[in-house]
């Protein structure tokens, strides 16, 4: 079974938070659905928009799977030979059934889709994944219903319209379904990449989303096509091929894997990622990596050391979450090498993603991002947020690679390739308490294939966070300075 796939534990606080959200979503739909025509008939300009853009790309009389339907209204205008139409909303799928009695519709998730087997010429997916919990694993469901010649249709809104779609909410104006993350075109491509699909396509569209005779055609026709205006359209549109021949992907490599969890002060956490860190691969083990802990950790690690592979070693003399990290590489013997903060700010049940991005040969260098999905409330301190975000768009300049998040802790690296960083290490010098930024720099300087995994970043609910916002700040300056200055000479 595909490792990322493997069912997690009903009992999990991370399953449990998750099923609540996709209730709330469920909820909030079968809410709207007696009005939902009403709406679009309000929007009409809009809602033409987006079937103009659908039909252009999906061909008459094919067969057509739609993930998120609704009342089944932009499936029947692709007028398919075979349509079927899947929805969270058991109330959505009433009304569509009632509307297109010729269609097919289940009630289904998209993160747990299964069609028995069923393939399509295309599959569309239109303003739907911003409601999805889990991107990534929605689109690796899609794997199933493909086949090399089938194309993947997808739009989204733009996030730059975020600001004008709430207002609009608020005023009445718009269908009160905000989504909950805000994916741009860097995003879509990404996780599509992590997922074996291929990007074919990608526009934008819709600068003008009302009825405003001569206006309306002026600004979408010809203004929005301008460069610079192209990147306001309100529509992302993007269509993707499965990068694979055969009928499935090629299997991931079987590779063993070491968990390297730098800990201080974080009893409260131990037994959590005992519990819910899970099989990666033919071998898993977790090696701890304490620095000099004084509430119970190192006693909580030794208790549990004989319930799976683990190994607890001290970090000495040596300080920082960058030495307990190049301590935990030295003793693994993994043929990945990966980390977890043990805040459990990333959850531990995402690490099958990362695992299988380097497996399946996605990227050679596997950074988290924490700035996808919306975070829970004081996962990120606003003034954290700026920073990250302001280092990332300047590293990314500086290193020729995308970054969005450079400060997520969770990083994966195979065993080969960590050590041609280390034998280069020499060029930076031992400038990073973090560890981070000398990782991300001698990928970049190895020129490795930097890919980013997004994660859920969770609230720390034990002990208290290490990073002191000011003091660190002025670090992060004087190492993008020095980035510049090695990458730019």
């Known amino acids: 079974m595909d490792v990322a796939l493997e069912p997690r534990a009903p009992s999990s606080e991370f399953q449990r938070a998750a099923d609540q959200r996709r209730t709330a979503v469920r909820a909030s739909f079968d809410r709207l659905a007696p009005e939902r025509d009403a709406w679009m008939a309000r929007n009409a300009a809009y809602y033409r928009a987006v079937e103009r853009l659908v039909r252009f790309v999906v061909r008459e009389g094919a067969s057509v799977l739609e993930v998120g339907c609704g009342t089944g209204d932009l499936l029947a205008a692709t007028r398919p030979a075979r349509g079927v139409g899947v929805d969270l909303s058991p109330r959505m799928l009433e009304v569509a059934r009632r509307k297109h009695p010729h269609l097919t519709f289940v009630e289904g998730d998209a993160e747990?889709?299964?069609?028995?087997?069923?393939?399509?010429?295309?599959?569309?997916?239109?303003?739907?994944?911003?409601?999805?919990?889990?991107?990534?694993?929605?689109?690796?469901?899609?794997?199933?219903?493909?086949?090399?010649?089938?194309?993947?249709?997808?739009?989204?809104?733009?996030?730059?319209?975020?600001?004008?779609?709430?207002?609009?909410?608020?005023?009445?104006?718009?269908?009160?379904?905000?989504?909950?993350?805000?994916?741009?075109?860097?995003?879509?491509?990404?996780?599509?990449?992590?997922?074996?699909?291929?990007?074919?396509?990608?526009?934008?569209?819709?600068?003008?989303?009302?009825?405003?005779?001569?206006?309306?055609?002026?600004?979408?026709?010809?203004?929005?096509r301008l460069p610079g205006l192209r990147a306001l359209g309100l529509i992302q549109l993007l269509v993707a091929r499965p990068a694979w021949n055969g009928a499935a992907p090629p299997p991931p490599r079987p590779l063993t894997t070491s968990v390297v969890i730098p800990t201080r002060n974080e009893r409260g956490n131990v037994q959590d990622i005992f519990a819910r860190t899970p099989a990666l691969g033919p071998r898993t083990e977790l090696v701890f990596v304490d620095g000099s802990s004084t509430d119970g950790t190192v006693e909580e690690i030794e208790r549990l050391l004989p319930t799976r592979e683990a190994r607890l070693i001290h970090q000495g003399d040596g300080r920082g979450k960058g030495d307990a990290v190049r301590k935990g590489f030295a003793a693994a013997t993994g043929d990945v090498l990966m980390i977890l903060d043990s805040d459990l700010t990333v959850p531990p049940e995402d690490l099958p993603k990362f695992y299988l991005a380097l497996a399946e040969g996605k990227g050679e260098f596997v950074n988290g991002t924490r700035l996808v999905y919306p975070m829970e409330d004081q996962a990120m301190r606003f003034l954290n947020l700026l920073g990250n975000k302001f280092f990332s768009v300047a590293l990314s300049r500086i290193l020729g690679q995308h970054l969005k998040d450079t400060l997520c802790g969770t990083k994966v690296v195979s065993r080969a390739d960590y050590a041609r960083i280390e034998a280069g290490r020499a060029y930076f010098g031992d400038f990073d308490p973090f560890g981070d930024f000398d990782l991300i720099f001698g990928a970049a300087k190895q020129s490795l294939r930097i890919v980013e995994v997004p994660i859920r970043y969770r609230a720390r609910t034990y002990g208290e966070t290490k990073i002191s916002r000011f003091s660190h700040g002025w670090l992060l300056l004087r190492m993008t300075a020095l980035a510049w200055r090695k990458f730019r000479p």
């Not at 975020?162 to 741009?184: D, F, H, V």
Request: aromatic letters at 6%; one cysteine or more; charged letters at 20%.
């Open 112 to 224: 747990r889709l299964d069609l028995g087997g069923e393939t399509f010429d295309y599959v569309v997916l239109s303003d739907v994944l911003g409601f999805v919990d889990d991107v990534w694993l929605a689109l690796r469901r899609l794997q199933a219903v493909c086949r090399p010649e089938t194309r993947l249709v997808i739009t989204a809104h733009n996030a730059v319209w975020e600001p004008l779609l709430g207002l609009a909410e608020r005023l009445g104006r718009k269908m009160p379904t905000r989504p909950t993350s805000w994916l741009g075109m860097d995003d879509l491509t990404n996780l599509l990449h992590l997922n074996a699909f291929e990007v074919v396509r990608a526009d934008t569209a819709v600068l003008l989303p009302v009825d405003v005779p001569v206006v309306s055609s002026l600004a979408n026709r010809l203004l929005g």
